[in-house]
């Protein structure tokens, strides 16, 4: 009987390990897969259906043509991330600025597409490879670089 139970106790032991593994497993592929998927696919623009005039208007890309540049820094966030209307670099004027606080897991580098279309519109955009924003210190530092740059 002792055997018996044993024995038994030696499959369930198995089963839950196996079934672990599986568990940890389909995590970590989950994990993967979402470090290199984009938040905001390219298309978006087009692939969004609105419900107004208005909507459509403003998700439609706007009349500037957008540049990029990026800084690499010597901090956990690896760099700074800008997109900017392209005449900024010919035009004296203000645009405004946004500053991008990453939600956990969401870099800079994943919502590409969305920045690119606030820049169409107007706006300079900063953000970062950061994995978390608990702190403020990226979208502190990249305040601090925008405000040098316009220096």
Request: glycine share 8%.
């Amino acid at each position: 009987m002792k055997k018996i139970f044993k024995v038994t106790g030696i499959v369930l032991l198995v089963i839950a390990g196996l079934i672990a593994a599986l568990v940890v497993g389909f995590i970590i592929y989950l994990l993967i897969k979402a470090a290199f998927t984009q938040i905001v696919p390219a298309d978006y623009t087009e692939a969004v259906k609105t419900g107004g005039v208005i909507e459509a208007t403003y998700l439609r890309n706007g009349s500037h043509k957008v540049s990029y540049f990026e800084q690499k820094v010597d901090v956990d966030f690896e760099k700074f991330e800008v997109w900017y209307p392209e005449d900024l670099e010919k035009m004296d004027g203000t645009y405004p600025l946004i500053v991008v606080l990453n939600g956990t897991g969401v870099t800079a580098s994943k919502c590409k597409a969305q920045f690119e279309h606030f820049a169409s519109w107007g706006f300079v955009v900063i953000g970062t490879e950061e994995l978390d924003s608990w702190d403020g210190f990226a979208a502190e530092r990249s305040l601090a670089f925008m405000m040098e740059q316009n220096e």
